[in-house]
Nanobody, 126 residues
Framework: QVQLVESGGGLVQAGGSLRLSCAASERTFSTYAMGWFRQAPGKEREFVAVVSWSGSVKYYADSMKGRFTISRDNAKNTVYLQMNSLKPEDTAVYYC???????????????????WGQGTQVTVSS
């Protein structure tokens, strides 16, 4: 079973940057696509970005394109989310997630993911 632990959240002013990390326990991490999602208070969990198992293919939600970058280091079993030009509306708990099976196609629906981290809070002040 894949265990995921996020880190790197915090409080930042609008226009600032943060880099989130997600460390995976599974030795076969390198075979799984990995996604980032976020959930603001009172809102549904929403897709942020996903990266293929090799790191060569990446998709982003429209509102994050050009500001956020997803990447991974399979040697370190870690996926990252670099967030630049942060806005107050980016305030949320951010989660990394892995699907049920390796080598799958890239998905943007939370229901397509079986394994979740505990989340890390990102707060952007205006």
């Amino acid at each position: 079973q894949v265990q995921l632990v996020e880190s790197g959240g915090g409080l930042v002013q609008a226009g600032g940057s943060l880099r989130l990390s997600c460390a995976a326990s599974e030795r076969t991490f390198s075979t799984y696509a990995m996604g980032w999602f976020r959930q603001a208070p009172g809102k549904e969990r929403e897709f942020v970005a996903v990266v293929s198992w090799s790191g060569s293919v990446k998709y982003y939600a429209d509102s994050m394109k050009g500001r956020f970058t997803i990447s991974r280091d399979n040697a370190k079993n870690t996926v990252y989310l670099q967030m630049n030009s942060l806005k107050p509306e980016d305030t949320a708990v951010y989660y990394c997630a892995a699907p049920a099976r390796p080598y799958g196609s890239l998905r943007s629906s939370p229901s397509e993911y079986n394994y979740w981290g505990q989340g890390t809070q990102v707060t952007v002040s205006s």
